[in-house]
C-alpha cells in the first residue's frame, strides 16, 4: 500500500475518524511550511521556539499562545519532527534534554538514551574472523538498533514539568501526518542518499513511489504513523512499550538479526540526572554529562582555549584555528580513552576537567607546531583511583550521524534544551511495518572492538555526543545552545559559546560564524568562508584540512535578555529551520 499523494476512499475514511478526535485548538490551527529564511532571526517579549523545521517552530510557537510552558512546547515539537523530519529523530530513537525550571530556578537533565537489549553481547559487532563489521554494514544491521527512549523522556518531563493535557501535545502530529506536508530540499537529499538501506524495509512503502524517491514539493502523508500517534494519544505512552507496538518492533529487530525483546521495552526507563556545571568567561554553564560525552569535553576544551585569550587573535587568524584544532586533538584523544555509560565505568569527570590537569594539557599546545600523535592523558592523577577498562583501538571508518536539536523560553521562566536523534539519517533505514516510524543504529555508537570502556554491555547505553546547553549570567538563563552533527556536536556547541562569550559576537553571526573539526591527525573539516589562505597555513603547519569544504551542524539557540525581557533565537541557515517569537518585536 502506497502512503504518499493517492488515497483510496478507505483511507480517506480513517482520515477523517482521526481528524475527528482532534482538539479545537489544533483545527483551528493552520500549520503552513514556510521554508524561507526569512524565519532564521525572530526576536520577542513573551517567549521563543528555535527548531530545524518550521512545521514544529509553528506547533511549539501554537503551544505557548495556548499558555502551555516551554516543557508542553518541546514535547509537541518532538513528536512533530518524528512526523516532518523522520530522518533526523523519533520515537524509535533518544535523546537528552536540559530543563530550567523557572518556578524553583532547578536545572534537570532529562536522559532518554536508548539501550541494548538484554541479548548484547561485546563482540556482536565481529565478524567470524574477529575483524570489525564494516561501519555501514553494522547501521543496517537488527544489532545496531537499541531500546528506543525518546517517548519516555517526554512522558517524564510531561509529569515534572507539563501543564497541558498530552492529548493535546500529540494532536498537531497526528493532523499533519494525516494531511501531509510538502517535502523540502533537506528531506528529499535524506531520502534519495539512503535509498539502499530505506528500500529494505518497510520505509520504501513510504518514500517511494513506484520505487522513485519522493522528491522536494512531494507531499508526505504517513498513514501508519498517524495511526501509532493516535494509539499514543488515546492509551498514553506506556502503550507504545507494553503493547502491540512493542511486539511489532521487538520482531522486526529480530527480523534483521537482532535479539531485542518486548521485554526489553517494558523494562526500559529514563534516568533523571544532575548536569555538569563548568564556567567560562565568568558565565555558569548546565551541559551533558555522562553517558553523553558532550558536556564533559566542551567544558574540557573551553577550559583549555580560556588560557589562551583567543581574543587578542582575528577571527579567522591562522593562530584562533590552529589552537582550536589542537585543542580538539586532546580532548578528543581523552574522549576515546576514558568515556562511556557512568552506570558501568567510572568516567573520570573530576580529573578531567580539573583546573591542574587542563593546564597540563594546555602546556603540550604550542603555536609553532603541531602534535603529531595527539595522546590522551591520565586524569586519575587528578582524582585518583585508575582506570576498570582498557586501552583499545578502533576502526576509523565511523561515519558521523545526523540528530536534531531544538530550544525553547517562556515567559514563566522556563527554558529545554533538547538534542534528539535516530543516530545516522533515518537510522538504520528499518521502519515498524504498520506503524510508520524508522528505528535508530545508536548500538553503533558502542565500539565495534571490545574492551574499552564504550564496550557493547547489556542495557548499557552508547556513548553520545550530543551536548544540549544553557549557559547562565548570575543564576538566570541567558543562552541555550545545541546542535546535530555526531562527534561535531561538541566542537559546534564549543564554537558558537566562543564567538558568543569570547568575540562577543550578535547572536546570529555567532552561529553562522564558519566552523572547524578535527578529532586526530586523519580527520579534518572545515565550512565555506574559512579563508583558503588560512587552510593553506594550517596544512603547512602539519594539519590535514582536506580540499572540499562541507557543512559542520545546525546550531540553533535562544539568547535570553534578562533585563528587557526579550528573547532573540537564531535558526542555522544549514537547515530550513525556523525561529518564532510569542509577542514578537517589530523589525
Same mark, same amino acid.
Do not use: C
Given at each position: 500500500?502506497?502512503?504518499?499523494?493517492?488515497?483510496?476512499?478507505?483511507?480517506?475514511?480513517?482520515?477523517?475518524?482521526?481528524?475527528?478526535?482532534?482538539?479545537?485548538?489544533?483545527?483551528?490551527?493552520?500549520?503552513?511550511?514556510?521554508?524561507?529564511?526569512?524565519?532564521?532571526?525572530?526576536?520577542?517579549?513573551?517567549?521563543?521556539?528555535?527548531?530545524?523545521?518550521?512545521?514544529?517552530?509553528?506547533?511549539?510557537?501554537?503551544?505557548?499562545?495556548?499558555?502551555?510552558?516551554?516543557?508542553?512546547?518541546?514535547?509537541?515539537?518532538?513528536?512533530?519532527?518524528?512526523?516532518?523530519?523522520?530522518?533526523?529523530?523519533?520515537?524509535?530513537?533518544?535523546?537528552?534534554?536540559?530543563?530550567?525550571?523557572?518556578?524553583?530556578?532547578?536545572?534537570?537533565?532529562?536522559?532518554?538514551?536508548?539501550?541494548?537489549?538484554?541479548?548484547?553481547?561485546?563482540?556482536?559487532?565481529?565478524?567470524?574472523?574477529?575483524?570489525?563489521?564494516?561501519?555501514?554494514?553494522?547501521?543496517?544491521?537488527?544489532?545496531?538498533?537499541? !531500546?528506543? @527512549?525518546?517517548? =519516555? *523522556?517526554? %512522558?517524564? $518531563?510531561?509529569?515534572?514539568?507539563?501543564?497541558?493535557?498530552?492529548?493535546? #501535545?500529540?494532536?498537531?502530529?497526528?493532523?499533519?501526518?494525516?494531511?501531509?506536508?510538502?517535502?523540502?530540499?533537506?528531506?528529499?537529499?535524506?531520502?534519495?542518499?539512503?535509498?539502499?538501506?530505506?528500500?529494505?524495509?518497510?520505509?520504501?512503502?513510504?518514500?517511494?513511489?513506484?520505487?522513485?524517491?519522493?522528491?522536494?514539493?512531494?507531499?508526505?502523508?504517513?498513514?501508519?504513523?498517524?495511526?501509532?500517534?493516535?494509539?499514543?494519544?488515546?492509551?498514553?505512552?506506556?502503550?507504545?512499550?507494553?503493547?502491540?507496538?512493542?511486539?511489532?518492533?521487538?520482531?522486526?529487530?529480530?527480523?534483521?538479526?537482532?535479539?531485542?525483546?518486548?521485554?526489553?521495552?517494558?523494562?526500559?526507563?529514563?534516568?533523571?540526572?544532575?548536569? !555538569?556545571? @563548568?564556567?567560562? =568567561? *565568568?558565565? %555558569?554553564? $548546565?551541559?551533558?554529562?555522562?553517558?553523553?560525552?558532550?558536556?564533559?569535553? #566542551?567544558?574540557?576544551?573551553?577550559?583549555?582555549?580560556?588560557?589562551?585569550?583567543?581574543?587578542?587573535?582575528?577571527?579567522?587568524?591562522?593562530?584562533?584555528?590552529?589552537?582550536?584544532?589542537?585543542?580538539?586533538?586532546?580532548?578528543?584523544?581523552?574522549?576515546?580513552?576514558?568515556?562511556?555509560?557512568?552506570?558501568?565505568?567510572?568516567?573520570?569527570?573530576?580529573?578531567?576537567?580539573?583546573?591542574?590537569?587542563?593546564?597540563?594539557?594546555?602546556?603540550?599546545?604550542?603555536?609553532?607546531?603541531?602534535?603529531?600523535?595527539?595522546?590522551?592523558?591520565?586524569?586519575?592523577?587528578?582524582?585518583?583511583?585508575?582506570?576498570?577498562?582498557?586501552?583499545?583501538?578502533?576502526?576509523?571508518?565511523?561515519?558521523?550521524?545526523?540528530?536534531?536539536?531544538?530550544?525553547?523560553?517562556?515567559?514563566?521562566?522556563?527554558?529545554?534544551?533538547?538534542?534528539?536523534?535516530?543516530?545516522?539519517?533515518?537510522?538504520?533505514?528499518?521502519?515498524?511495518?504498520?506503524?510508520?516510524?524508522?528505528?535508530?543504529?545508536?548500538?553503533?555508537?558502542?565500539?565495534?572492538?571490545?574492551?574499552?570502556?564504550?564496550?557493547?554491555?547489556?542495557?548499557?547505553?552508547?556513548?553520545?555526543?550530543?551536548?544540549?546547553?544553557?549557559?547562565?549570567?548570575?543564576?538566570?538563563?541567558?543562552?541555550?545552545?545545541?546542535?546535530?552533527?555526531?562527534?561535531?556536536?561538541?566542537?559546534?556547541?564549543?564554537?558558537?559559546?566562543?564567538?558568543?562569550?569570547?568575540?562577543?559576537?550578535?547572536?546570529?553571526?555567532?552561529?553562522?560564524?564558519?566552523?572547524?573539526?578535527?578529532?586526530?591527525?586523519?580527520?579534518?573539516?572545515?565550512?565555506?568562508?574559512?579563508?583558503?589562505?588560512?587552510?593553506?597555513?594550517?596544512?603547512?603547519?602539519?594539519?590535514?584540512?582536506?580540499?572540499?569544504?562541507?557543512?559542520?551542524?545546525?546550531?540553533?539557540?535562544?539568547?535570553?535578555?534578562?533585563?528587557?525581557?526579550?528573547?532573540?533565537?537564531?535558526?542555522?541557515?544549514?537547515?530550513?529551520?525556523?525561529?518564532?517569537?510569542?509577542?514578537?518585536?517589530?523589525?
Amino acid at each position: 500500500m502506497k502512503q504518499f499523494l493517492v488515497r483510496s476512499s478507505l483511507m480517506f475514511g480513517v482520515l477523517l475518524m482521526i481528524v475527528a478526535t482532534l482538539s479545537q485548538d489544533v483545527l483551528a490551527a493552520d500549520y503552513e511550511a514556510d521554508y524561507g529564511t526569512e524565519n532564521n532571526v525572530a526576536e520577542a517579549n513573551g517567549g521563543m521556539v528555535v527548531s530545524a523545521h518550521p512545521l514544529a517552530s509553528e506547533v511549539g510557537l501554537d503551544i505557548l499562545e495556548s499558555d502551555g510552558n516551554a516543557i508542553d512546547a518541546a514535547i509537541a515539537m518532538q513528536f512533530t519532527l518524528n512526523v516532518v523530519e523522520p530522518m533526523m529523530s523519533g520515537m524509535g530513537g533518544g535523546g537528552f534534554m536540559v530543563v530550567h525550571d523557572g518556578a524553583t530556578g532547578e536545572t534537570t537533565i532529562v536522559n532518554s538514551r536508548e539501550r541494548a537489549p538484554a541479548g548484547a553481547t561485546p563482540d556482536m559487532f565481529l565478524d567470524e574472523d574477529g575483524e570489525p563489521i564494516p561501519f555501514e554494514e553494522r547501521v543496517m544491521q537488527g544489532t545496531s538498533v537499541g !531500546v528506543p @527512549g525518546t517517548l =519516555k *523522556g517526554l %512522558d517524564t $518531563a510531561h509529569q515534572m514539568w507539563g501543564t497541558m493535557a498530552m492529548p493535546d #501535545l500529540v494532536d498537531p502530529a497526528i493532523h499533519i501526518a494525516s494531511e501531509g506536508f510538502p517535502i523540502d530540499d533537506v528531506l528529499a537529499f535524506s531520502i534519495e542518499d539512503s535509498q539502499e538501506k530505506l528500500m529494505e524495509s518497510a520505509a520504501s512503502e513510504v518514500f517511494f513511489n513506484d520505487g522513485e524517491p519522493l522528491a522536494e514539493g512531494d507531499t508526505l502523508v504517513q498513514e501508519d504513523l498517524a495511526h501509532t500517534l493516535q494509539l499514543i494519544r488515546d492509551n498514553g505512552i506506556d502503550h507504545f512499550y507494553n503493547s502491540e507496538i512493542a511486539e511489532a518492533l521487538a520482531n522486526t529487530v529480530q527480523k534483521f538479526g537482532g535479539s531485542m525483546e518486548k521485554d526489553d521495552l517494558m523494562q526500559y526507563d529514563v534516568t533523571v540526572d544532575e548536569p !555538569v556545571w @563548568g564556567e567560562f =568567561k *565568568g558565565y %555558569d554553564i $548546565a551541559t551533558m554529562p555522562p553517558p553523553s560525552s558532550g558536556g564533559v569535553f #566542551l567544558l574540557q576544551m573551553l577550559g583549555i582555549l580560556d588560557g589562551f585569550d583567543l581574543s587578542q587573535y582575528d577571527m579567522k587568524s591562522w593562530e584562533k584555528y590552529h589552537l582550536m584544532a589542537e585543542t580538539m586533538h586532546l580532548s578528543y584523544a581523552d574522549r576515546g580513552e576514558y568515556a562511556g555509560d557512568p552506570e558501568f565505568v567510572e568516567v573520570p569527570i573530576e580529573g578531567l576537567l580539573h583546573p591542574d590537569y587542563l593546564e597540563e594539557r594546555r602546556n603540550m599546545i604550542s603555536l609553532d607546531s603541531v602534535i603529531e600523535e595527539p595522546e590522551p592523558g591520565n586524569p586519575f592523577d587528578y582524582q585518583g583511583g585508575m582506570a576498570d577498562y582498557d586501552s583499545v583501538d578502533q576502526p576509523g571508518d565511523k561515519v558521523d550521524g545526523q540528530t536534531t536539536h531544538f530550544s525553547i523560553a517562556d515567559q514563566y521562566g522556563n527554558v529545554v534544551s533538547y538534542t534528539t536523534t535516530i543516530e545516522q539519517v533515518f537510522g538504520s533505514g528499518i521502519m515498524v511495518p504498520e506503524y510508520g516510524f524508522m528505528l535508530n543504529n545508536e548500538l553503533t555508537d558502542f565500539d565495534a572492538e571490545p574492551g574499552g570502556a564504550n564496550e557493547v554491555q547489556p542495557n548499557k547505553r552508547p556513548l553520545s555526543s550530543m551536548t544540549p546547553t544553557i549557559v547562565f549570567d548570575d543564576g538566570k538563563p541567558m543562552l541555550t545552545v545545541g546542535s546535530p552533527g555526531g562527534q561535531t556536536i561538541i566542537t559546534s556547541v564549543l564554537q558558537t559559546i566562543i564567538n558568543n562569550f569570547e568575540y562577543e559576537m550578535e547572536l546570529q553571526a555567532a552561529v553562522e560564524e564558519p566552523r572547524i573539526f578535527t578529532n586526530g591527525m586523519e580527520n579534518y573539516t572545515y565550512e565555506e568562508r574559512v579563508p583558503s589562505d588560512v587552510i593553506d597555513r594550517l596544512n603547512g603547519m602539519g594539519h590535514n584540512f582536506g580540499d572540499e569544504p562541507e557543512s559542520l551542524g545546525n546550531v540553533n539557540s535562544i539568547l535570553i535578555d534578562q533585563e528587557n525581557g526579550t528573547f532573540r533565537g537564531v535558526a542555522d541557515s544549514s537547515r530550513n529551520g525556523a525561529a518564532l517569537g510569542l509577542e514578537p518585536v517589530a523589525q
